[in-house]
């Protein structure tokens, strides 16, 4: 599990304090908890099987998005064997990285094209745009993002069976980049050299976040705070020594990081969880209550949960989430910040704090 950080919404809303349940609450900030999968390492050739290569991919078919962590000081190459610093270049790591992911998800399609093309010719597909969304379903890919892609390659969906490799190809990597987003992990920021090398991500990747982290930095922050040398909380944009450590060793750590939070605001760690679930996912947080006067649960607890969930999404969808017979049996909701009724298609916003009115269910 790694957690993402936002503000708390008993800040906002004047409370002293909430009783979070599923998360935790620190200082004001709540820290989200969500699923990291931390996948088999990724070599060249990996779309053919080489190495770990098809466990890896595998498990990307489950991922919303990916922390693509590279070694921004080139100190490690293709096949993550140490080398001497600055000697790999991390921007054709994660150029390799992601034709590997590109391949491999081709090469699936590509493997029966011939045979599919030949039944939409023979009249066996009724809906030959239905039939390739469920090909590349398994990849989380919806037709609604196929309709999309081809229209961003200006191919007329008629003519989907006619593409050729190059095109079909084109249209795989339109999918990717549609429904397997990035955040590129920039990390080992410490060793020198690899700030030029950050620069050179964000201009060789535009619109994918790169994010200038040091997990060594965080490994040592969180050391110290549980031996009282430090005051810090996982995404802080500063520290505080509250206990003057005696060895020099430590002194130097310190100083290094001290550094680090001058250049960069914080280790990059909850940074990169938060750019790729706020920013790029553009997920927001929304807390369920039974008491909306309150703020409540049925055990009085306050705020107890928080969900994040996609922007947009309805507060009938949202009683989906929370019970499939509050869904079913949905009424109306009450936006316990504002004290008004909103239907079922009320939009939810950022922080909205609801309370979700459903009928008795019928025995």
Not at 48 to 66: I, P, S
Not at 227 to 247: I, L
Not at 292 to 309: E, I, S, W
Request: charged fraction near 25%; charge should be neutral.
């Amino acid at each position: 599990m790694g957690y993402a950080r936002k503000r708390c919404v008993h800040v906002d809303l004047g409370l002293p304090k909430c009783d979070a349940v599923n998360s935790v609450c620190i200082g004001g900030n709540r820290f989200i908890p969500v699923k990291l999968m931390d996948v088999a390492g990724l070599i060249p050739g990996a779309h053919m099987g080489r190495g770990l290569g098809n466990k890896f991919l595998d498990d990307l078919r489950r991922a919303d998005v990916f922390l693509l962590v590279v070694d921004a000081s080139g100190s490690t190459n293709e096949e993550g064997v140490p080398v001497e610093p600055g000697t790999y270049d991390p921007v054709e790591e994660v150029r390799f990285v992601i034709d590997e992911i590109d391949r491999w998800m081709y090469q699936s399609v590509r493997s029966d094209w011939e045979r599919f093309t030949r039944l939409v010719q023979m009249g066996a597909v009724k809906d030959p745009l239905d039939a390739f969304a469920q090909r590349v379903s398994g990849f989380g890919i919806t037709r609604g993002q196929v309709e999309q892609a081809l229209a961003s390659l200006k191919v007329d969906p008629a003519e989907l069976t006619k593409l050729g490799d190059d095109d079909l190809f084109k249209l795989i990597q339109a999918l990717r980049r549609m429904t397997k987003p990035m955040v590129i992990v920039a990390n080992k920021v410490d060793i020198p050299g690899a700030e030029k090398n950050i620069q050179r991500l964000a201009s060789s990747f535009p619109g994918t976040p790169v994010i200038p982290t040091s997990a060594l930095a965080e490994t040592l922050l969180k050391r110290l705070a549980k031996q009282g040398v430090v005051s810090y909380v996982p995404g802080d944009p500063e520290f505080k020594v509250v206990s003057r450590p005696q060895d020099q060793r430590t002194l130097r750590a310190l100083e290094m990081i001290g550094e680090l939070f001058e250049k960069f605001g914080g280790t990059g760690v909850v940074q990169s969880i938060n750019a790729a679930l706020f920013d790029v996912l553009k997920l927001i947080a929304v807390y369920p209550v039974e008491d909306a006067n309150r703020y409540t649960d049925r055990q009085g607890r306050g705020l107890p949960d928080v969900l994040l969930v996609p922007s947009g999404i309805t507060a009938r969808e949202l009683a989906y989430r929370v019970h499939t017979e509050l869904g079913d049996t949905f009424l109306y909701a009450i936006n316990a910040r504002t004290k008004q009724r909103v239907g079922a298609t009320y939009r939810l916003q950022d922080n909205d704090v609801i309370k979700i009115v459903a009928a008795a269910a019928r025995g």
